[in-house]
């Protein structure tokens, strides 16, 4: 599989996950960049955020994305990297997750 295809499947992966355990569009409306080697998550509006925020909640919240990738990663046994890079949470007024798959090595020459 190459990396641009990689990137594609993870995308696919997070939006069927997030159809079956987030029904109605209720965890975050996200775009997914592939730029080169690296892909993007960017997400303006994150539903779970906002109703924290309207429940007055915020104080202390950490942002769940980084456990549900980390979910996607070890449940699926899929290799990748992530850097939430931007956060709604933060302040930064959207989400910007940076994901890298893991790089497969050549095959070397086999040895007797």
């Given at each position: 599989?190459?990396?641009?295809?990689?990137?594609?499947?993870?995308?696919?992966?997070?939006?069927?996950?997030?159809?079956?355990?987030?029904?109605?569009?209720?965890?975050?409306?996200?775009?997914?960049?592939?730029?080169g080697?690296?892909?993007?998550?960017?997400?303006?509006?994150?539903?779970?955020?906002?109703?924290?925020?309207?429940?007055?909640?915020?104080?202390?919240y950490?942002?769940?994305?980084?456990?549900?990738?980390?979910?996607?990663?070890?449940g699926?046994?899929?290799?990748?990297?992530h850097?939430?890079?931007?956060?709604?949470?933060?302040?930064?007024?959207?989400?910007?997750?940076?994901?890298?798959?893991?790089?497969?090595?050549?095959?070397g020459?086999?040895?007797?």
């Open positions: 599989m190459g990396l641009m295809e990689g990137l594609r499947d993870l995308e696919q992966v997070f939006r069927m996950l997030w159809s079956v355990f987030f029904a109605g569009g209720l965890y975050q409306d996200s775009e997914f960049v592939i730029d080697e690296e892909g993007y998550r960017v997400g303006e509006s994150c539903h779970a955020y906002e109703q924290l925020c309207r429940g007055d909640l915020v104080s202390g950490e942002c769940g994305c980084r456990a549900f990738h980390n979910g996607v990663r070890r699926l046994g899929v290799d990748f990297t850097e939430i890079v931007e956060s709604l949470v933060g302040g930064d007024g959207r989400c910007r997750v940076l994901f890298r798959m893991a790089a497969v090595p050549e095959p020459p086999c040895t007797p």
